[in-house]
Every structure is written in structure tokens, then in C-alpha cells.
């Protein structure tokens, strides 16, 4: 059995010491630049005392090596060893929000490093795994890596303030049995396998399990009854309309990488286009994770249909690739007229249109794997 480790002395030291998000850390592990750029100024508009980030898994890791490094520095007294390649780490990292695909390094290898790791600084330290797939398997699947949230895309800044307010403010013992460490899971016992299940007729101890009580600092982040007040909720808002722009900027250029690998696919016979698949399938991961957040919900919903088409409803046909191209054209509608909302009649019709196409498409498939 691993030991966990405690770093008593700097909790100790640090105990007390965060009252609020003011004296918070928090890293920001995200590969799309601008959700990078939003998550970062929702959480200074929340009040986050310091925010770090990261570009996916593998730099983020990096940077949590370095911060343990100075920790074990400062406990040291030998303040020369805290530097890293990577310039000056924060001293601690107080939580983790990380987006799931990522390369190189996704969100669940972070996670699975933080928590099983033994470089890692801190298992204790609150995870809020973010995902535009938020499918119930995808869901206990990282709440079993040890999550301690899991927040669907596209988020709303409140979602995003409640959900770090409740994870500086949890006070669960962790668990470590079976191939699990994290918070306490008791609250779902069904979910659980037979080795990990803590059954009422055996003992913890039988079965293998052990509690660790996190130190004092991550035990109580917040005092109870503190949170994000409406004034700060209204800034958060603020912040993402003087980002609707932006939004839209960036959405444009994703949609001309979806122009490119489309034209690109249509060069190359049906055996040769995984990988332009592949590509339009992540451009349409990230299309939908942002589009509700900034008021333009109608992009989520036709990115999620991009996606189902281009990763699992079809085959790499041309007629595949004919339908992938109304999506982009859909979208591109969107941008153009600035259907936010549901884009009212003109929404309602680019989804009737786009339904009837799969369902056109569905049918030749069907017809052609029939019998004759």
C-alpha cells in the first residue's frame, strides 16, 4: 500500500491562512486558447487570488512537478532548488480545473496523476473535470479517477463559481481502496465494484479501505457560509459579453480549419480520411463547448451534431462528407446573422433542415446493408 503524502509542516504553516477565494491558486489546464483566456478572467472577476495554466496535460503536469520542488525546497530552507525551467511555479496549487481532450496528456492522465502519482505535490487537492461530453458513462468515469466535480460544457460562469466554491469548501474524508483514491464516494454505493464496495457487514479494514483526512487547509478552504454574492456574479456576466466578439472571431476561424479538412478530405478516396475525420471531429468538440457560454447556444447544438456525424453516426462516405458540409454551412449562417438564442425561426429551420438530411442519409445506409 502507497503512502500518502502530507506535507505537515507548510499546511501548518498556511493553516488559516485562505479565508476566500482571494488567497486561492488555481490551475487552468485547457488547450483552446480563448476557453483558456474566459476561465481565467471568470475567476479573477470571482476573485481568485492567483491563477495558473497550462495548455493540456503534459505541461501541467510540469508545472505541478515544479511546484512540489520548491515546496520540498522551502521545507529544506534551501530557496535555490525552487527554481525551475519553467520559471517561477506558484508555492501551492489550492484547486485544478482541467478540460478533458487534450493532447499531449488529457484531463483523465492529470487526474490519474495528481491523485496516484508519487511526485505529485498534492493528491488532495480539489480536480473539476470540464467536458463537452457529459454522458453519464464519461461522468463516473471521472468521478472514480477521483474528480471532485465534473462540469459540462458549455459552462455558465455561476456553474463555474458554484462548483469551486463547493470544492474548496468540501470537507470529505479521502478514500483510498481498490485502484481508487479521491473523495469519498459512499454516496453511491451501486455504482461501485464488488473490491471497492464497503459493504455494511465487513469492516473497513477487511476490506482494505483507508481514510486519509486532508490537512487542515484543504479540510476547511472556506468557512461555511461564504460564496460568490450577486455583485460578483454580474461582473462574471460583464466579462463574457465583452468576450461575445471575440467568440465570434475565433468561431469564424475554426470554421475555415473545418473548410480546410473538408476540401481536403473530398481529395482522397474513403479509406484515406480518418484522419481529416479525426480533426473536423475535435473542431466540433470545441465548437460545442463554447457556444452556449457566450450566448449562441444554436452553435452547441449544431456542433454536437457535427459530432455525432463526423465520429460515430456514419461512415467516411462522400455522402458523410456532403452532410458535414451543411453542418458547416449551418454554422457559418449562425455567425453571419448572429442567431443568438435559438436564432427564432431561422435556428428552428437550420435544425429541421439538417434533421431531415441525417435522416435521408440514414436511410441509404439502411437500404444499402439490407438484404435483397
Given at each position: 500500500m502507497r503512502t500518502v503524502k502530507t506535507p505537515r509542516a507548510r499546511f501548518a504553516k498556511l493553516a488559516g491562512a485562505m479565508s476566500d477565494f482571494?488567497?486561492?491558486?488555481?490551475?487552468?489546464?485547457?488547450?483552446?486558447?480563448?476557453?483558456?483566456?474566459?476561465?481565467?478572467?471568470v475567476l479573477r472577476a470571482i476573485g481568485v487570488g492567483r491563477i495558473a495554466t497550462a495548455a493540456n496535460g503534459a505541461e501541467a503536469i510540469r508545472l505541478l512537478r515544479a511546484v512540489g520542488a520548491r515546496e520540498r525546497a522551502a521545507e529544506d530552507s534551501l530557496p535555490d532548488a525552487a527554481e525551475s525551467a519553467d520559471g517561477d511555479p506558484p508555492e501551492?496549487?489550492?484547486a485544478v480545473i482541467s478540460d478533458w481532450v487534450m493532447h499531449p496528456g488529457d484531463g483523465e492522465s492529470l487526474l490519474r496523476w495528481i491523485r496516484r502519482h508519487p511526485d505529485s505535490p498534492n493528491r488532495f487537492v480539489p480536480f473539476l473535470m470540464l467536458s463537452a461530453d457529459a454522458d453519464p458513462p464519461r461522468v463516473r468515469r471521472a468521478r472514480d479517477l477521483g474528480a471532485s466535480a465534473?462540469?459540462?460544457k458549455p459552462f455558465t460562469a455561476d456553474t463555474v463559481a458554484r462548483y469551486l466554491f463547493t470544492a474548496l469548501a468540501d470537507a470529505r474524508r479521502y478514500v483510498e481502496v481498490g485502484g481508487y483514491f479521491g473523495p469519498d464516494r459512499r454516496k453511491r454505493p451501486a455504482d461501485l465494484s464488488e473490491a471497492e464496495r464497503r459493504d455494511l457487514d465487513r469492516s473497513d479494514r477487511e476490506k482494505g479501505v483507508r481514510f486519509y483526512v486532508p490537512p487542515q487547509l484543504h479540510?476547511?478552504?472556506?468557512?461555511?457560509?461564504?460564496?460568490?454574492?450577486?455583485q460578483r456574479l454580474m461582473a462574471i456576466q460583464k466579462v463574457i459579453e465583452q468576450r461575445a466578439d471575440s467568440f465570434v472571431d475565433w468561431t469564424k476561424e475554426a470554421l475555415a480549419r473545418l473548410d480546410l479538412e473538408i476540401d481536403s478530405a473530398a481529395k482522397r478516396p474513403e479509406s484515406e480520411r480518418r484522419a481529416q475525420f479525426s480533426r473536423i471531429t475535435l473542431i466540433a468538440h470545441e465548437l460545442r463547448g463554447q457556444g452556449t457560454t457566450f450566448g449562441y447556444p444554436l452553435i452547441s447544438a449544431l456542433s454536437k451534431g457535427l459530432q455525432e456525424v463526423s465520429a460515430h453516426s456514419?461512415?467516411?462516405?462522400?455522402?458523410?462528407?456532403?452532410?458535414?458540409?451543411d453542418h458547416t454551412r449551418a454554422l457559418k449562417q449562425v455567425v453571419r446573422d448572429r442567431l443568438i438564442g435559438d436564432g427564432g425561426d431561422a435556428g428552428r429551420q437550420l435544425i429541421a433542415d439538417l434533421a431531415t438530411r441525417r435522416a435521408e442519409i440514414a436511410g441509404s445506409h439502411g437500404a444499402e446493408s439490407a438484404p435483397g
Open positions: 482571494e488567497q486561492a491558486t488555481v490551475l487552468v489546464v485547457e488547450d483552446n486558447a480563448m476557453a483558456r483566456r474566459l476561465l481565467s478572467a501551492r496549487i489550492d465534473f462540469i459540462a479540510e476547511r478552504r472556506l468557512a461555511p457560509g461564504e460564496g460568490v454574492d450577486a456514419f461512415d467516411r462516405s462522400d455522402a458523410t462528407l456532403a452532410l458535414i458540409r
